[in-house]
Each structure stands twice: as structure tokens, then as C-alpha cells.
């Protein structure tokens, strides 16, 4: 009868492609199937009747007896990873269960386990984790290309067309002047110091919605309230600024992170938040840089434009790259909230650390 009822149990786990077991409360093994021999490389004779360390290396046994007694004491199921090494050495991984069995009457008599390989499965895992990345890597290297290439496009803007439209503008005036222009000369002159002029306001704006200069030569506090007034004066939102201290010089790479991620928050604000007021408040706690950007607009529009998300994603990485965090959230007051953080301490060049806070 006993040997039927084996058979019986023997047949129904090799219905499992897994490994799977039977085993009663004191861990010895009633039933295996044949993925489990297969694996141990062992007969079921030889298994059967035994406990795990009559089978298994002593670390591996420990750690199955211990979850036995896991299952067994707590009634419940028990999930977990482990890793072991196939007769080559190669290292495998795999993921069990064990589950408790019960009478007729309730009482856990032994367990039941399942351990499927997914060797494959972390292996793409961690490919993925790999992949994932380098890709951040290769987003943080052409955002910092990118940003370089805006500053050199900025100052050679600035320094070499600027200065060429300035000096054109000092000789038109000179022969506007001159004594023996006409006055048609004089009208045209004039129109052309007006063209010249338009040229050097767009001139500068280019140059610094590529790079402000200010960024660079004054710093991060600087540059936020330039960007804050501009908001204000060019986008016809009425925007505050609060910094808790402005004693802080801070590494370039967050500096430049904190101004992009404030200028896209805003940016959006006036694109598609309809807002008629922000705010942007940035303190210092635990060595980190946190800023909040609140708005009064109707909030965060799921169906926004792709290019819109992309800008989205890009805070979200610009952060991720220093090991900080973007989060936008709904304004309780109506709006959107969004909240960043910046770590201001660089692990890998103390020299980057701020003032202590």
C-alpha cells in the first residue's frame, strides 16, 4: 500500500517540470520527481527517506531546514532565491516555494516545495539592469556635450556676433552723423540702426536661453532669480522665489541640473497649466537640495503631448544622474507640485562637497 501511495506521488510530481519534493515534518524526503534527481544526480533510493544533509552540501542543508521549520512553524508559504552550482562549477539560480500539508483534521504533517531554475531570467535581469545603465550614463554624457556645446554656441554669440553688430551699429551712427549725409541717407541710416538694434536684443536672448551666462559667473541663486523675473515679465507669470541660504557654492553638474529642471517645470507651467501664479522654494536639509515648484493651474494633463513627457522624463534623469528624484504630484490648492532633490555630496570627488549644512 505504501509503496502505491509513493508511486502514486511519485507520478503526480513528475508531472512538473520543476524540481519538487515531498518531505514530512522532520524534513526527511518522502517523494522527489525526476527534475529533482536529474539536478542532485542522484537515485531516488538514495534520496528518499533522508534528510537535507544527507544530500546537499552542509551551507545549502542548513538554509532548507531552516525554512522547513520556517514553513512548519508558521502554517504559511515561504518564497525565496537561492543560487547553486552545477557539477561544471556554473552557477545556477533558483527560485521555491514551499508550502505546508495538511491532514484531514488541519495539522501540518510535512511540506512541499517547487524550485524552478531561472538562471536565464536574472541573467536578463541583470543584462536589463546593465543596459539601463549605460544608457543613463550615455544620457548624462550628451546632456553634459550638450550643455558645453550651448555655452561655447552662447560666448562665441555673445563675444564674436555681439561685438560685430556693435561695432556695425557705431559706424551706422557715424555716418549718420556725418556732415555731409542727406537726410534720405539719414532715414535709412536710422532704419538700419533700428534692424541692428532688434538683431542684439534677439542676439542676447538666443544666447541665453542657450546658456545663460549668469549660470556660469554668478551662480545658481543668480541665475533663478533671472529666470523667475523672466518667467514674470516674458511669460506673464507672476513668480516667487525662496532660497532658505545663498551662501552655497555648488558643483556645476547640480547647478546646472537644479536650473534646467526649474526652467522645463516652469516652462510647462506656462505651455500648459493655463497658471497665473508659481512658486519656487528651495531649502537645505540632510546634505541634499530640495526644491519645490508649485503652481495655480489645472493640473497635470494626462493626455499631454508626447513632447511634453519627454520633457517630463528628462528632469526625472537629469536628476537620477546626480541620485536624486523628481516627483510631480497634483497641488492640493489646485495645480501641480513638483517636487526635486538633489544630493549636494559627489562620493567620488570630495572636493564637490558644499559648506557643511
Not at 544533509?53 to 502554517?75: F, N
Not at 536661453?209 to 559667473?217: A, G, H, V
Not at 541634499?288 to 508649485?294: G, N
Amino acid at each position: 500500500m505504501r509503496d502505491h501511495k509513493q508511486q502514486q506521488q511519485r507520478a503526480l510530481l513528475d508531472n512538473i517540470p520543476d524540481m519538487a519534493w515531498l518531505k514530512d515534518r522532520e524534513s526527511r524526503y518522502l517523494a522527489v520527481n525526476s527534475a529533482y534527481l536529474e539536478i542532485i544526480g542522484l537515485d531516488e533510493s538514495v534520496v528518499v527517506g533522508k534528510v537535507p544533509h544527507d544530500i546537499w552540501p552542509a551551507e545549502l542543508a542548513d538554509i532548507y531546514m531552516q525554512t522547513d521549520r520556517a514553513v512548519i512553524k508558521s502554517g504559511r508559504r515561504r518564497k525565496y532565491e537561492e543560487s547553486r552550482s552545477d557539477p561544471t562549477g556554473n552557477v545556477l539560480w533558483f527560485e521555491t516555494i514551499k508550502s505546508p500539508i495538511r491532514d484531514d483534521e488541519g495539522h501540518i504533517i510535512g511540506t512541499v516545495g517547487i524550485s524552478r531554475d531561472i538562471t536565464e531570467r536574472k541573467a536578463a535581469a541583470d543584462e536589463l539592469i546593465h543596459s539601463r545603465a549605460q544608457l543613463r550614463e550615455l544620457s548624462s554624457f550628451l546632456q553634459s556635450v550638450r550643455e558645453e556645446e550651448r555655452a561655447r554656441i552662447s560666448r562665441e554669440l555673445h563675444d564674436e556676433l555681439g561685438q560685430t553688430l556693435t561695432a556695425m551699429k557705431i559706424e551706422l551712427i557715424w555716418l549718420r552723423e556725418h556732415r555731409e549725409s542727406t537726410d534720405f541717407i539719414r532715414g535709412r541710416v536710422d532704419r538700419l540702426v533700428s534692424i541692428v538694434d532688434r538683431s542684439v536684443t534677439d542676439l542676447r536672448r538666443i544666447a541665453v536661453n542657450l546658456r545663460p551666462m549668469i549660470l556660469d559667473e554668478l551662480g545658481l541663486v543668480s541665475a533663478m532669480k533671472w529666470l523667475t523675473q523672466n518667467s514674470a515679465e516674458l511669460g506673464g507669470l507672476d513668480t516667487s522665489l525662496s532660497f532658505d541660504r545663498e551662501d552655497i557654492r555648488y558643483d556645476s553638474e547640480v547647478s546646472t541640473a537644479a536650473f534646467r529642471i526649474v526652467q522645463e517645470a516652469l516652462t510647462n507651467v506656462m505651455r500648459h497649466g493655463a497658471a497665473t501664479r508659481a512658486s519656487v522654494a528651495a531649502r537645505h536639509e540632510n546634505s541634499e537640495l530640495q526644491i519645490e515648484i508649485k503652481d495655480n493651474g489645472r493640473g497635470i494633463d494626462q493626455n499631454a503631448s508626447q513632447q511634453n513627457k519627454l520633457g517630463l522624463v528628462g528632469m526625472r534623469e537629469r536628476a537620477h544622474v546626480l541620485g536624486g528624484s523628481v516627483e510631480i504630484s497634483p497641488n492640493p490648492e489646485g495645480g501641480t507640485i513638483v517636487a526635486v532633490r538633489l544630493p549636494l555630496i559627489d562620493r567620488d570627488s570630495p572636493d564637490k562637497l558644499v559648506p557643511p549644512i
